[in-house]
């Protein structure tokens, strides 16, 4: 579904929440633009520095067009580290700018609840594998509902219909 995304923003806004799987909280990183495009998603089991790490790489090999000009993010400790071994290994452009502030995040948040209500509809997760296959469904979906789609808009039921039933190959 990548290549048939639009553009996002230049500004990101970096997030984590929790998800239960089994009986412990595991982590889902999230990327979002500031015009609301989710950009990209990454479950975790822990919420440290190695795990910051791994997901701005994998936010910066994500495939979209434009690269970041600042990162906004809470006060969490991990970013700052993360975000100066990225910039120093050339992950991030060298003039992207972090930005740490508490509440900045609250669009992201926002966005965060949609996903949160359709995974609390299905109670629990039991693996973490099973949880990352859901999560990436999940996410899709609402990508596809907010309209970052080419050429789709997200309330056109029937064009989303013809566009999943094309990525699968099927009939519609």
């Known amino acids: 579904m990548r290549p048939q995304l639009k553009m996002g923003g230049t500004s990101y806004r970096l997030n984590e929440t929790y998800a239960k799987v089994g009986r412990e909280w595991k982590y889902l990183y999230r990327a979002v633009s500031s015009r609301g495009c989710t950009i990209e998603f990454m ?13 701005l790489k994998k936010l910066i090999r994500a495939d979209h ?41 609250n669009a992201i948040e926002q966005d965060h609840r949609v996903i949160r209500r359709r995974w609390r509809a299905a109670q629990c997760f039991r693996s973490f594998h099973t949880a990352e296959w859901t999560l990436e469904g999940i996410e899709s979906l609402h990508m596809r509902r907010k ?26």
């Open 43 to 55: 479950p975790s089991t822990k919420r440290d520095l190695s795990a910051a790490n791994r997901f």
């Open 65 to 105: 067009p434009r690269l970041p000009l600042t990162i906004r993010v809470d006060k969490h400790a991990t970013y700052p580290e993360a975000f100066t071994a990225s910039i120093q290994d050339k992950v991030l452009p060298f003039d992207c700018k972090l930005r740490r502030v508490k509440y900045i995040n």
């Open 147 to 172: 309209g970052q789609v080419k050429r789709l808009e997200g309330r056109d039921s029937v064009g989303q219909a013809k566009f999943v039933a094309g990525l699968f190959g099927i009939s519609a």
